[in-house]
Nanobody, 124 residues
Framework: QVQLVESGGGLVQAGGSLRLSCAAS????????MGWFRQTPGKEREFVAA????????YYKDSVKGRFTISRDNAENTVYLQMNSLKPEDTALYYC?????????????????WGQGTQVTVSS
C-alpha cells in the first residue's frame, strides 16, 4: 500500500505562488507515474498535471501550462507542483495520485492511490 500526503496549500493573492508537495510512504513510488488533480465544490475532480516515473515527461491541463510545473524527487519519494501566477479560478482542493503503470494519464480512474488533498485559495 502507498500512502500519499499533500502539503503546501494555503491562501494567496492573485499573481502569487505556492508549492505543493506530495510525500509518499509505505513503499517507493519511483516507478509510478504521479499526477495532480483538483476539485471545487459541486464540480467533478479535474486533471491538472502528471509526470512519468523518471520525470522525463510532463503533461498539463491547458489552463495551467506556463504557470504550473510538476516535478519529482524519487530519492525523497516526493512529487511537487510549483504554481505561479495564480488566479482565483485555481482555487480548489488539490489531490496527489499515484499510478502503478508508470504511464501518466489524465484519466482519474487509472490512478491507484490518492491523498486526502490540500486546499488552495486564491483571492482576487
Amino acid at each position: 500500500q502507498v500512502q500519499l500526503v499533500e502539503s503546501g496549500g494555503g491562501l494567496v493573492q492573485a499573481g502569487g505562488s505556492l508549492r505543493l508537495s506530495c510525500a509518499a510512504s509505505g513503499r517507493t513510488v519511483s516507478n509510478y507515474a504521479m499526477g495532480w488533480f483538483r476539485q471545487t465544490p459541486g464540480k467533478e475532480r479535474e486533471f491538472v498535471a502528471a509526470i512519468t516515473w523518471n520525470g522525463g515527461g510532463t503533461y498539463y491541463k491547458d489552463s495551467v501550462k506556463g504557470r504550473f510545473t510538476i516535478s519529482r524527487d524519487n530519492a525523497e519519494n516526493t512529487v511537487y507542483l510549483q504554481m505561479n501566477s495564480l488566479k482565483p479560478e485555481d482555487t480548489a482542493l488539490y489531490y496527489c495520485a499515484a499510478d502503478r503503470s508508470g504511464i501518466p494519464t489524465k484519466k482519474e480512474y487509472k490512478y491507484d492511490y490518492w491523498g486526502q488533498g490540500t486546499q488552495v485559495t486564491v483571492s482576487s
